[in-house]
């Protein structure tokens, strides 16, 4: 066995003591309030919740990758979270050339104790939680099984993510070294270490890639899971036979982008499989629906849409970042929703009928 084997695992027996003791000391009364870290999207009062946990990790919350499901189905809200870090100084964390290990897996375990409160919050609202994490987001969502199971969540989706990192790229996060997988599969490690300003991000990246979720999640019931990775990811590498057995087993629906790369989960066919799973009953398509149940004219408006429709149901009308800008009942028949208040631009109008179909047409907005 090789030195650096023989130093990765004293490092994980070390690291898996300090976060088990950590993650018994975080008291949930200490944690922020959720209103402190969530970031609304879009269809605020959906009954389906997704909360998107982005990749990195950054200095400060980047968002939008997530806002194509409430934009695709006005009964998604899309939410998002600041971790812990960002809660903090990122010159005390993110930027800390002297940020240890055990301190980067502290940070970790309270951002997974902030989600699960986030779970919690909407549990009580009795909405439909789905917990949707990409690339290091992905890691965190894996923690939260690890810590929490699944029981607490309709669906959970990582995306571009391991479940047991290669030892010799989280020896080389430890010491500011990234690596590349070459074909998604061969390890390639940098020559020399990044800058100081980078070593603080790469002992978060380290403090949750030390994880063998294949061990630890060995009795987790995941028949709401679906994990979709990409082949030819070279930021992280693709699932290898024993973490696609151990989803299989316990009764993950694997996603395989063949020949794909870290972002493909984001392609929009991707994205449609996934609203899939998390909707099954609602369809992604709108020219099927809109000749017999309703017409929504003109495309170019000035300030009026015209809605035909045989079923009463909502109108939601988004700005192309997802936002959501109207919101109308519309009652069996000929409707005349007044637009003239928007700015000119491009939305998405969505109807959602009583039987929970869903028809979404691309309007351009004029200037009045």
């Known amino acids: ?28 009364n200490d944690l922020p309030d959720v209103a402190d870290y969530i970031i609304e999207r879009n269809n605020v009062g959906a009954d389906t919740v997704i909360i998107g946990l982005h990749g990195g990790p950054t200095s400060s919350p980047f968002s939008g990758n997530f806002d194509w499901f409430g934009i695709s189905n006005p009964g998604i809200s899309v939410v998002e979270m600041k971790k812990h870090h960002h809660m903090l100084d990122p010159n005390d964390v993110y930027f800390n050339k002297d940020l240890t290990i055990e301190d980067a897996i502290v940070h970790n375990d309270t951002t997974v104790a902030m989600v699960h409160k986030l779970v919690k919050h909407f549990n009580d609202q009795n909405k439909k939680v ?18 929490y199971g699944t029981d607490d969540l309709y669906k959970i989706i990582p995306m571009s993510a391991r479940l047991n990192m290669n030892p010799e790229v989280v020896e080389g996060f430890k010491n500011g070294i990234f690596a590349t997988f070459i074909n998604g599969i061969d390890v390639q490690m940098g020559s020399q270490p990044q800058p100081e300003d980078w070593w603080g991000r790469m ?19 995941m028949s709401n899971v679906m994990y979709v990775y990409a082949t030819h990811d070279a930021a992280v590498g693709r699932l290898l ?19 794909g790369s870290h972002q493909s989960a984001f392609d929009q066919i991707r994205l449609k499989n996934v609203l899939a799973f998390i909707r099954p009953q609602v369809s992604t398509g709108t020219d099927e629906f809109e000749a017999d149940q309703v017409k929504m004219y003109p495309t170019v408006i000035t300030n009026v849409l015209t809605i035909e429709s045989t079923l009463a149901g909502t109108i939601t009308i988004h700005d192309m970042s997802g936002k959501v800008q109207l919101v109308k009942e519309v009652e069996s028949g000929v409707n005349r929703i007044e637009v003239g208040a928007l700015q000119a631009g491009i939305y998405i109008a969505s109807y959602q009928g009583l039987d929970n179909e869903v028809i979404r047409k691309k309007i351009i907005k004029r200037s009045n």
Request: no cysteine.
């Open 1 to 28: 066995m090789t030195t650096k084997i023989l130093s990765f695992l004293a490092f994980a027996f070390i690291s898996v003591l300090v976060s088990a003791q950590d993650q018994q000391l975080i008291n949930p």
């Open 130 to 147: 789905v917990l949707m994490g990409h690339s290091f987001g992905a890691f965190v969502v894996a923690e939260y099984m690890d810590d």
């Open 203 to 221: 002992k978060l990246m380290a403090g949750l890639g030390y994880n063998r979720y294949v061990d630890s999640l060995q009795n987790v019931n």
């Open 241 to 259: 036979p024993e973490e696609i057995e151990l989803l299989e087993n316990n009764g993950a629906r694997v996603e395989e982008i063949g020949g």
